[in-house]
């Protein structure tokens, strides 16, 4: 079953993502996305997911890879997590194979709708609120907009801005389940910040 509680890997420089990881996957998180910044060297991109995949076989959580399909086959990881200028969603499936995890991003219904007929096996929805994690990303969509990408079939993940406070509303409006990096990498405790929004999503 696709995990509810999504946390993405803050690799930004001076913070220890695979600690932050270790933490988060012994308080019970069932899936990471690893997410390296742009401009990361391939290498070191394969050496930061096959870290935070051997942690994830460790905890039986569920390994995604963000936007790169070759190194998801590198590490033997769970699936991919693309976006709109990665990989379309069914060149990946062709080199992932069936029983792959893949999720793809959606702005809006028609996104959501096209990524159900790409042969995505959820959605990841948002900015659903401001963000300082990520750049350039467009209007937040708040969950009304959510409300609209979550109903057309496939589970939605919400993502951008993302707290623990914020999590009923986001369940309201018909999310399966939310992505955060900050609710987790910036708390002053990622496992005890993992527990209450494991919580919040029970
Ligand atoms: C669960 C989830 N949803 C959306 C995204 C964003 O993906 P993308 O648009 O490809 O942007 P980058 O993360 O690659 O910068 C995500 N990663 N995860
Ligand atoms: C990686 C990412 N993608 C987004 C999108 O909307 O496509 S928002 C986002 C960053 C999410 O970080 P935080 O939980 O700290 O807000
Ligand atoms: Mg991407």
Known sequence: MLGRLHVLTDARPGRDAVAVARAALAAGAPLFQVRVEDGVHDRDFLDFAAEVRALCRVYGATCLINDRVDIALAVQADGVHLGAFDLPVS????LLGSSAIIGATSRDAAGARAALVDGADYVGV???????????????????????AAHVGLPAIA????????????????????????AVNSADDPGVATKALLKALS
């Open 91 to 94: 060149v990946a499936r062709r």
């Open 159 to 182: 993502i951008g801005g993302v707290t623990l406070e914020r999590v009923p509303e986001l369940l309201e409006a018909g999310a399966y389940g939310v992505a955060v990096v900050g």
């Open 126 to 148: 948002g900015p659903c609120y401001h963000t300082s994690t990520k750049d350039g990303l467009p209007d937040p969509i708040g969950p009304a907009g959510l409300e609209l």
